[in-house]
């Protein structure tokens, strides 16, 4: 087998598990032998390769800029979806919380459920005594989201909390995600 220092940049992209299957131009020639008057070939990833590292960039920065608006008291996304001022997929609500599905999906299941009235509730670390019964009711609207969207046998709810696990909306929500195998570790 040859050594990690023998390998070309291409030969590399293909070896990797991200890019398997994709097709790679011929490797580049060697520095000293590049014509100047034509330069070499451009080595090209996959779209869907290069707006994944992308957009994890972006959902962080998102993250940050949201965290400085945070606590203003201005109203979300979600209190705006919660008012019926932007449309949104609504799979379940009643008196206390409202689920719908997120614009985004990160699996084919992929649902959001926030209390209908935020109280101070915009991220779970700033959770008080006052909040356990909203929170516990969250929880059990995740397992009837779960039930109706038939993965019940098999989800993930995951609750982003502040800019270093990327929380880009300061209104509490939990993310209900199903309908394939998730891996671990998710982060």
């Known amino acids: 087998m040859a050594s990690t220092a023998a390998l070309t940049t291409s030969s590399l992209l293909r070896r990797s598990r991200a890019l398997r299957g994709h097709v790679f131009p011929k490797p580049l020639p060697n520095p000293s032998s590049i014509n ?15 707006c994944r ?14 965290a400085e608006i945070a606590d203003t008291g201005a109203p979300t996304i979600f209190d705006k979806i919660i008012a019926k001022e932007i449309p949104s997929t609504i799979v379940y609500e009643d008196d206390k919380v409202l689920a719908f599905r997120d ?32 929170l516990g009711h969250l929880l059990f609207a995740a397992k009837l989201v779960a039930e109706k969207e038939g993965i019940v046998d098999g989800f993930r709810v995951v609750i ?28």
Not at 108 to 117: A, G, Q, R, S, T
Not at 124 to 133: F, I, V, Y
Request: charged share 20%; hydrophobic share 40%.
């Open 53 to 66: 590292n992308a957009a994890s960039g972006n959902e962080e920065a998102a993250a940050k800029a949201a």
């Open 103 to 134: 614009v985004n999906p990160q699996a084919p299941v992929h649902i959001l459920v926030i209390p209908k009235i935020r109280d101070g509730l915009t991220q779970l670390g700033k959770a008080e005594p006052r909040h356990a019964e909203v």
């Open 160 to 187: 982003n909390n502040g800019p270093e696990a990327c929380q880009s909306v300061y209104h509490l929500h939990l993310h209900v995600l199903g309908g394939r195998q998730l891996k671990w570790p998710p982060g």
């Open 36 to 50: 100047l008057a034509r330069p070499p070939p451009v080595l090209l990833l996959p779209r869907r390769f290069m």
